[in-house]
């Protein structure tokens, strides 16, 4: 059974940057269609963005775009976000979601694996 695990998350200044990590334990995450997804209290998890397994393809929301860059380390089993130019909408728990490999776009996959998350803050 495959389990996610978040980390790099912290307190960091507007226009910061921080590297978030996901790695999987019981199957390793290359073998996957992997999403970063963030949530605040009260609102429903937002899709980021995320990587196909089939092709390395990816998506990002518009929030994001052009600050935000996911990759993946096969040999590593993981999975980054690197997260650029921050600002205080930002900040969320950022969780980690696993979905079977399938044709088209990430963003309309089923994901039905998730980590915990890692809570992201920005703040001066």
């Known amino acids: 059974q495959l389990q996610i695990v978040e980390s790099g998350g912290g307190l960091v200044q507007p226009g910061g940057s921080l590297r978030l990590s996901c790695v999987g334990s019981?199957?390793?995450?290359?073998?996957?269609?992997i999403a970063w997804f963030r949530q605040v209290p009260g609102k429903n998890h937002e899709g980021v963005t995320c990587?196909?397994?089939?092709?390395?393809?990816?998506w990002y929301a518009d929030s994001v775009k052009g600050r935000f860059t996911i990759s993946r380390d096969n040999a590593k089993g993981s999975v980054y976000l690197q997260m650029n130019n921050l600002t205080p909408e930002d900040t969320a728990n950022y969780s980690c979601?696993?979905?079977?490999?399938?044709?088209?776009?990430?963003?309309?996959?089923?994901?039905?694996?998730w980590g915990q998350g890692t809570q992201v803050t920005v703040s001066s």
């Open positions: 979601a696993a979905a079977n490999p399938l044709q088209g776009s990430c963003a309309v996959a089923t994901y039905h694996s």
């Open positions: 019981g199957r390793t995450l290359s073998s996957f269609t």
């Open positions: 990587i196909s397994k089939s092709d390395d393809k990816t």
